[in-house]
């Protein structure tokens, strides 16, 4: 069964269409939303952390109606937003314990026993004494998957939990990301084509509040078959030079090029169009 | 080395909490000593007292420790998870408290100085202290986790009355304190509570749509202009009158009412 059910939303602020008959589903493992900035990968999460409502078109989260039903999904929900915020001079045992309460989790010694488990889980055990203040950038996003994993959620959104990371951080975040959804439906929003061929089962390519693309990475990359060159010179607006002094061409081939294997991002950007060249630069 | 060992009947009824306090002394101080019998007692220990007495350890070292406003609501009788959310609160914790005091102790002194223009100048304060302190207790930019707790199933309407009623405890309470004990029971020392209600309870129903912080001060700002007005006109308790009281009254029934009817708007962000 589908966790996730988003058929044909709307979702406006004022004259901008931050969604746009935006279709797609995601069930248990991990789903990437990949695009651009500014594609409404943040609306979209936010909607589906039940925070905001579509104008028009429907959503079933947890096989459970949002509008009607909010309170029962947000039992069953955890949510990294895009910028978590910290009361900074919490402990990370006193901020998970302060969310575990929004989570309605009343008892002190059954919630200190889920915080623990969750510090635990994140691997910030042996700082959960520290003020969250003196933490690095992403031991404090580790905070911020701490506090969604609180209670065991069945439906796990995280909005650009990679963002700002350096490659080792990274590299750590992917290997905890995947543990998480080896049991429940994670939905994480992204730009990195990378944490997408690590991470994703599945992955919804969407740009301009609309889906371009739904499927698996590998079907994401076979989008680019045939279309990715090599050649001496540069061929049209996607193409750049690479480490071996030779420019990789998407689209087009050109003059005196020889097929090249493509990759995940290769698909992307050729999906894109022309708002890859945004992305690439 | 004495020739004394725990054997395992001993070893059995220690680790299952059954020896008294004499002959469990007198196991530890020989365990303290002895690798063999620690070894025999590490193995007879149940795994769900062991389970039990590790988590009552972590709950020792790691439980928050709670702050002053927190033991305080803890003794007035609110439980501990409510008085977790209130307490982290900026407007509740002490540097706002403490602001909150001095400004109040301000306007008493300058009511005690001139009888006319400083007791104007405390029912102008008085008012606008607890409205500062509802406007920066909840909403984005006063709660760092404000967007996590919308997501969260604890309400968020639930959560903003608690702490606004909080905040109007800890700012009303000194000011009557302070009002009757330094300027004498007149009435006029509580001219400024009905006031305060309305301003807050604006403040509150402006918040579904606006972020409480600028709500408040142009709610602040617009109140001490009235004010002023009147001072100008040389009417300086005119908004403390019984036409102001009735209605700031109004203001607080209607505000109630809408409060209620829109509480659902709280609870997400559509209608921002």
Redesign the interface.
Known sequence: MNTVVVTNVVKSYGRHRALDGLSFTAGPGVTGLLGPNGAGKTTLI?ML?????ADSGTLRLLGRDPSAE??QI??R?G?L?QE?????A??V???V???A????I?D??AR??E??RVIAEVGLAEV??KRIRALSGGMRRRVGIA?ALLGEPELVLLDEPTAGLDPEQRLRFRELISRIGENRTVVLSTHQTEDVAALCGRVVVFDGGRCMFEGTPEELRRVAEGQVWLSAERSGVLSWRTGEGLFRNIGQAPDAARLAEPTIEDGYLLLLGDAAVGVRS | MTEWHVDDELATRYSGGALGGTAAASVEAHLLACERCRGSVATAVPEERLRKMWGEIAEAVDAPVPGPFERLLRLVGINEPTARLLAAAYSLRLPWLAANAVALLFAVLAAGIDDRWGLLWFLAVAPVLPVAGVALAFGRGADPAYEIGLAAPYSAFRLMLARAAAVLVTSAGPAFAAGFALLGRDWAVVAWLLPALALTALTLVLSSRFEPAPSGAVLSLLWLAGVAAFAVRDEPLAMFGTAGQVTALTVVLVSAALLFLRRDRYQSEDSR
């Open positions: 936010r952390a039940t925070v905001l409502a909010r309170l947000r039992r929900l949510y937003p978590p915020g910290f009361h900074r919490f402990t045992f006193e901020f314990d302060y969310v309460i929004l989570k309605e009343v002190r010694r200190h026993d915080v623990r959960s004494g506090q």
